[in-house]
């Protein structure tokens, strides 16, 4: 166990619908990152929220949004799915507020979505 | 072409061969290499982290980086069963949009017992 937990583990769902992905951290730190992972593009950084605020911005879509909590966890909310947007997201965290630190982070297992 | 390649395999081996993946890189600014290991239905973990070009061991892996060649290699010797897995390069430089992590698509590896 990382640490990281994401839930749900599997999400099917129709085109047009929209889904929320939640991630509770690793006790004590304060980043969050959001990933997109599918065969053909490989990881994709989406969004970093650091402390609750917005910390960097990578190929994220309009129709995806991404918040965190108070309490550190993040929720990454997907709308209008097209089948294109089925792949494993990733949630990971650090310590670290700076995004260029990637090295430290901890991933979670990832959620698998399904856009049928 | 993207800013990082990386050959998909996927590599069959026989328990106790060496093993060399590798990552090919165009931006000379990257400075910070990285090996992660991906189990089925696991997230990424960090395996190995070298900094500039130069080589490091921990254990059965080394990371080699030839920053002349824009090439960086992971090599794991007398390779088991567990270390079945997919490996991602990541590598990143020191400053501005160089800072931004890229990843390779990963290499998926096999170790038959």
């Known amino acids: 166990d990382s640490g990281v937990t994401q839930t749900p583990k599997h999400l099917i769902t129709a085109t047009g619908q929209r889904v929320t992905l939640r991630c509770s951290p690793r006790?004590?730190?304060?980043?969050v990152y959001w990933y997109q992972q599918s065969l053909d593009q490989g990881l994709q950084f989406l969004i970093q929220y650091y402390n609750g605020e917005e910390r960097a911005k990578g190929n994220i879509l309009e129709r995806f949004s991404a918040q965190q909590f108070p309490d550190l966890h993040s929720e990454l909310n997907l709308s209008s799915l097209e089948l294109g947007d089925s792949a494993l997201y990733f949630c990971?965290?650090?310590?670290?507020?700076?995004?260029?630190?990637?090295?430290?982070?901890?991933f979670g297992s990832g959620t698998r979505l399904t856009v049928v | 072409q993207k800013e990082v390649e990386q050959d998909p395999g996927p590599l069959s081996v026989p328990e106790g061969a060496i093993v060399s993946l590798n990552c090919t890189y165009s931006n000379s600014a990257f400075q910070y290499f990285m090996w992660y290991r991906q189990y089925s239905r696991k997230g990424p973990e960090l395996l190995m982290y070298t900094y500039s070009s130069g080589n490091k061991e921990d254990g059965r892996f080394t990371a080699q980086v030839d920053k002349s060649s824009k090439y960086i290699s992971l090599f794991i010797r007398d390779s088991q069963p567990s270390d079945s897995a997919t490996y991602l390069c990541a590598m990143r430089g020191n400053a501005g949009n160089n800072r931004k992590l890229i990843w390779g698509l990963g290499t998926s590896l096999a170790v038959n017992p």
């Open positions: 990971a965290s650090s310590a670290s507020i700076s995004t260029g630190d990637n090295y430290g982070y901890t």
């Open positions: 006790s004590g730190d304060l980043s």
